[in-house]
Structure formats: structure tokens, C-alpha cells
């Protein structure tokens, strides 16, 4: 019965089979960061944009200021 010859070294099977590759759960977070990190860039840009613009009108003036 060579089947339970393995049982038991799965672990390490998997770590010289697998050992340069990234694993799924690693993959899922590192995907989730990324993620994150898009959307903080993206949120940073708006609100970079609407400093611009508040600044902006803020520097036009209206005709009460002259």
C-alpha cells in the first residue's frame, strides 16, 4: 500500500513543490492592499481637485469684495 506511505509529509511535499509560489490567501490580501490602495489614491486625487477649485473661486472674488 504505497498510498500511506504519504500520509503525513504533505506539508512537506507542498513546501518544496510549492515553495516559490505565492499562496492563495497571500494573493487575496495582497490583492485586497492593492485594492485599498487604489482607491485612497483615487479619494486623494478628488479631493485634491476640489481644493483646487474651491481655491480658485475663492480667488476670483465677486463684486462685493472690490
Known amino acids: ?13 507542498a513546501s518544496t513543490t510549492y ?4 499562496s492563495a490567501s497571500d494573493r487575496a490580501a495582497r490583492r485586497r492592499r492593492e485594492q485599498h490602495h487604489r482607491s485612497a489614491a483615487a479619494a486623494d486625487r478628488q479631493g485634491q481637485a476640489w481644493e483646487a477649485a474651491e481655491r480658485a473661486r475663492q480667488d476670483r472674488g465677486s463684486w462685493w469684495r472690490r
Open 19 to 22: 515553495s516559490d509560489r505565492e
Open 1 to 13: 500500500m504505497a498510498f500511506f506511505g504519504i500520509v503525513g509529509n504533505d506539508q512537506k511535499l
